[in-house]
């Protein structure tokens, strides 16, 4: 039944939708490729403006022309989103998708700069919009790693979550026993700054800008730069292990004509997020 609500909801679509979402979404059409080729160029330029503006030489001899083209990329990816929105038969479901997210705050900061000064700066946001290209010229093996990579991280984040409060627990003692045996006159004036000691000596970043004086403290200060090695290892394994089950499902890179999401399985009939059919 759920099959012939789908068969009947996309006869009921109207053509000029269907034939947008095919331009918009997809890129295996010469249409589709010169779409999102543009749109690559678009956002290339866009950014370009924004990054030239902030160059107080550039602002003062051009700043006008360059607002002006930010005004107008804002212009079109206003359009280009509405166009998206339009295109797919579950609007909400794209609209509060990832990508969907990126390309509504691509647009957004243009207009909030009429009441924040400055706040079009945020319009570098656009450059996540780039990582398009990787579907659109046929760069699949790339994009395929790249989701690989992204459900490895999304299945090991609650176990990334309990190491993390180990860390933390880890360095709130470690700076306290700092405090106690440095004290204010080397330096460990508060309990909080021993901590961002500990924070910096366990991730082996080590700034130097406070350094333990007693042997006691040096030899608490060269345990935890050990112990920063063992850190570094954990969450790595994690998402290796991870990474080794994610690569057992592989998925294509077709967009759901109804929320225009990606990442289905390849003997999938449906989308897995709105049950749009495929």
Known sequence: MNR?????????????RERMHEIIFEADTPEGKAFDVALLWAIFISVLAVVLESVAFLDREYGTWLRWIEWGFTAVFTVEYVARVLSVRKP??????????????????????????GSQTLLVIRV???????????????????KVLVTALKASRHKITVFLGFVVSITVIIG?????????????T???????????????VGYGDISPQTPLG????????????????VPTGIVSVEIAHAQKNAMINAACPGCGKEGHEHDASFCKYCGTKL
Do not use: H
């Open 176 to 188: 306290t026993l700092m405090y106690l045996i440095e004290g204010r006159d080397n330096g460990f």
């Open 128 to 146: 996540i919009r780039l990582l398009r290209v990787f579907r659109i010229f046929k760069l699949a093996r790339y994009l395929g790693e790249a």
């Open 92 to 117: 909400l479901r794209y609209m509060t998708s990832f990508y969907g997210i990126v390309d509504l705050l691509s647009i957004i900061p243009t207009y909030v700069s009429l009441f924040v000064m």
């Open 4 to 16: 012939n609500l789908q068969d009947i909801n996309r006869k009921n679509w109207p053509q000029w």
């Open 218 to 233: 040096q030899f608490l200060a060269s345990c935890v730069m050990v112990l920063g090695y063992g850190v570094l290892a």
């Open 190 to 204: 508060s309990i909080p700054k021993s901590i961002y000691w500990a924070i910096v000596t366990l991730t082996t």
